[in-house]
């Protein structure tokens, strides 16, 4: 049974988020943007349309998640006090506290998202690291994992390029994660993904360790600017490989993009390739293509202005893209963020796309005593 200090705790922190959401005023600007699309002509650009709808369904969104709270924790409330008089049991008190507390944690894990990029679609891509087939074999199961976690969550996911290896596994893949805050979720996941287990490839049944790297960026759509330099790119085209029918080696679909990229912070230079295979059409999938180098020209000034704001703000932590982040230890039933300290021994559910508590450890270690809220 919950104490009242408990049940004070939930109220308090319904509170909190009424005011960090600054819920009444959203729900004035949400019919002022409501009232917008009914002006005639609404939908004579559609770009501008949909960007006008999406702006209200982001406002609506806060709003119903914020109600969802609301109601959870006064039916707590009511709850305690029915207790009371006996007219409900402890067992029922205590599962309208869970569900009350796991409605408060998300909400208040979706208000650290605040930067401008996290409530986009994100682009996941996995490479195997050194170690051939093993290392290959580690990152499909991370495709699988993301895949999952994707699938768990309600988020549409879709395969931009595969590249697979001779014997088992992946030596690459590129995802397109499409839904809510999808680039905030998953934007902690940057970084190399270390695999320790007894590797059935291994005649001796030795213990090894495998490396794969994953690299995410959002998923910009048109009301972003970013500057592309035409002169620093060019194009190749190639057959398709793979599953897909008859055709798919006969039409030249695939696309390869290469920019020749210069960081105009540090001068130092770089080739940007990107591969999209994803459809049977060649226009679209150079569109894809182009996409995907504008999320990362765009991801790379994000990442500079974080790291300069880092170091401009003692005792935030250090921004170290590309670095061990997680462990995943199979014969010890371990798995551990090396940066949060967060770890579990449900290494199944994890390759299983339960990874939410990793991500939630990973936000969390940013908000700063609530900075992130005010």
Not at 35 to 62: C, H, N, Y
Not at 84 to 110: G, M, R, S
Not at 156 to 163: E, I, M, N, R, S
Not at 305 to 316: D, V, Y
Request: proline content about 2%; some cysteine; hydrophobic content about 35%.
């Amino acid at each position: 049974m919950i104490t009242a200090e408990q049940l004070k705790d939930a109220v308090d922190r319904t509170e909190a988020l009424k005011r960090y959401l600054n819920i009444d005023a959203k729900l004035i600007q949400v019919e002022e943007e409501q009232l917008r699309t009914q002006a005639p002509g609404f939908w004579d650009d559609t770009k501008k349309a949909e960007a006008q709808m999406k702006k209200v369904k982001t406002i609506q969104s806060w709003i119903d998640g914020f109600k969802e709270v609301s109601d959870l924790t006064q039916e707590l409330r009511l709850a305690f006090d029915f207790y009371k008089e006996n007219l409900v049991t402890e067992q029922d008190v205590d599962e309208n506290y869970v569900k009350a507390i796991k409605a408060i944690e998300a909400l208040e894990l979706k208000n650290m998202l605040r930067e401008e990029a996290d409530q986009m679609d994100c682009v996941l891509k996995i490479n195997s690291g050194a170690g051939g087939t093993e290392s290959q074999d580690w990152a499909q199961m991370l495709m699988r994992m993301y895949m999952r976690w994707g699938e768990n969550n309600n988020y549409k996911v879709t395969v931009a390029d595969l590249q697979e290896a001779d014997e088992a596994g992946i030596k690459s893949v590129t995802l397109e994660i499409e839904g809510a805050y999808a680039y905030g979720y998953l934007k902690g996941e940057n970084g190399v993904h270390r695999l320790v287990r007894v590797s059935p490839y291994n005649a001796q049944g030795k213990r090894m360790t495998s490396f794969a790297s994953v690299f995410v960026t959002p998923l910009i759509d048109d009301s972003i600017e970013v500057y592309v330099n035409p002169a620093l790119l060019t194009w190749d085209t190639f057959r398709s490989g793979g599953a897909g029918g008859q055709n798919v080696n006969k039409v030249e679909s695939g696309v390869r993009l290469r920019y020749q990229y210069k960081d105009p912070y540090s001068g130092a230079e770089e080739e940007i390739l990107i591969e999209n295979t994803e459809t049977r059409d060649q226009p679209k999938n150079k569109e894809r293509a182009m996409q995907h180098l504008r999320s990362i020209l765009y991801d790379k000034e994000m990442k500079h202005r974080m790291e300069e704001q880092a170091k401009l703000e003692a005792g935030k932590k250090k921004i170290e893209w590309g670095s061990q982040i997680r462990s995943y230890v199979f014969d010890d039933r371990r798995v551990k963020d090396h940066r949060t300290g967060y770890q579990t021994s449900d290494v199944n559910g994890v390759m299983d796309g339960k990874i939410d508590d990793f991500i939630k450890a990973y936000l969390m270690s940013w908000s700063n005593s609530g900075s992130n809220m005010e």
